[in-house]
């Protein structure tokens, strides 16, 4: 689908506001974005795996510790590489009929979507955070705010 579609918004608008959109785009967001965050840990807990053990046995256990990090790093480049492609959404968030786009409907850069996924998992440890969604019309979460997205349905 192309940044021209039916979510795209119209007008110039400032960073932290959405665009008004059907109420459709928002119906099950929640849920679905915790579902699609589940698949998402497990496929990046997955290559973090596989990366970990493959370079351990590739230095024979002299990177042992250097790999602890390994995690924010696949997560980084695993979110931001999904997000800011073609689809607009990580493999959870596809499953999960999911797409984030820019406050003004366009495509997310690559940046933009790292530092999301950052913010995302830094909110994880202050859970009261993700109460903001319950207040926001858009169901937004303060760090979509922050990093000027929107999550929606994905146009059927």
């Not at 959109?21 to 596989?50: K, N, W």
């Not at 995690?71 to 968030?93: D, E, I, K, L, Q």
Request: net charge positive; proline share 7%; hydrophobic share 55%.
């Amino acid at each position: 689908m192309s940044d021209t579609g039916p979510y795209r918004a119209q007008t110039t608008m400032p960073y932290f506001a959405s665009p008004v959109l059907p109420a459709a785009a928002f119906t099950g967001v929640r849920s679905r974005r915790i579902v699609g965050f589940g698949l998402d840990f497990i496929l990046v807990s997955i290559l973090v795996a596989i990366l970990w053990t493959v370079l351990f046995v590739a230095t024979f256990g002299m990177s042992a510790l250097l790999l602890p990090p390994l995690f924010p790093f696949v997560a980084f480049f695993y979110n931001g590489f999904t997000v800011s492609g073609h689809r607009m959404g990580t493999p959870g968030m596809r499953t999960m009929d999911l797409e984030i786009r820019a406050v003004d409907g366009s495509r997310v850069s690559f940046i933009a979507a790292a530092i999301h996924a950052v913010l995302l998992y830094v909110s994880w440890m202050f859970p009261p955070v993700f109460l903001v969604s319950l207040i926001t019309g858009d169901k937004r979460c303060l760090h979509d705010i922050v990093a000027g997205v929107i999550v929606v349905r994905r146009p059927m």
